[in-house]
């Protein structure tokens, strides 16, 4: 199996699992609404104000690439365009994935991790899963320790917490405030016995210390 070949696996695993395939209507928009927010005190058990979120992305999409002697198709980092063919005009499916750092009174740290799939006609039909966890900016670790999950009513999306704790760990070889986090490593934690957690190596996988670079999208001031 080529390096690419395994990029649509562990994205299906680890940033999109439990899609289901059927139009949402949303929009990043609704980032901006504070009904998307509104369990988040609740869910942390806090009394917390969000007064802004800080929004990072990265995209992958579904492109033409060169295989052994035949061209596959693989979905892969839009910034990377390695053995890319650029002479085949081709759009297909592609996903969208957040990071999300909330700005709070009293000030927390507060981060929610999103994956968003769309279609090659620009409609969304895959939305999480989401993941609530924090950032530690000295150390360049993202930790994600529940899974979240969305609620529907008249297209406004809100949020509720899984009853099922999670253990994710991503690190970040560059980690810079309103510019870009670069994830190098992830560290999906089941338990203390050994063999029971899975260590994902950015680079060694995709052959690309940037594979799953979020770049700075705009900081959104919550209505």
Known sequence: MSVYKTIPFWIVVIACCGCSPKNIAFSTNDFKSGQFYQAMPAILTKELKIDSVIIYETTF??????????????????????????????????????????????????????????????QCIGFGPS???????????????????????????????????????????????????????????????VGNNVLIDIPQIFRDSFALNFQYLNTEKIN
């Open 131 to 193: 993941y609530l966890g924090f950032i530690d900016e000295h150390k360049g670790l993202l930790y994600f320790y529940h899974e979240l999950y969305t609620r529907t009513k008249k297209n406004a999306f809100s949020l509720r917490k899984s009853k099922r704790q999670l253990g994710l760990y991503m690190n970040a070889n560059e980690l810079r405030p309103y510019k870009s986090i670069n994830i190098q490593k992830l560290i999906v934690e089941k338990s203390f016995e």
């Open 61 to 122: 999409e579904e492109k033409p690439t060169e295989g052994y002697y035949h061209v596959d198709y693989s979905e892969v980092n839009a910034q990377n365009d390695n053995n890319i063919l650029h002479y085949k005009p081709y759009k297909g499916y592609y996903q969208k994935l957040y990071i999300l750092k909330l700005v709070t009174e009293p000030k927390d740290s507060v981060t929610i991790y999103y994956s968003i799939k769309y279609n090659a006609f620009d």
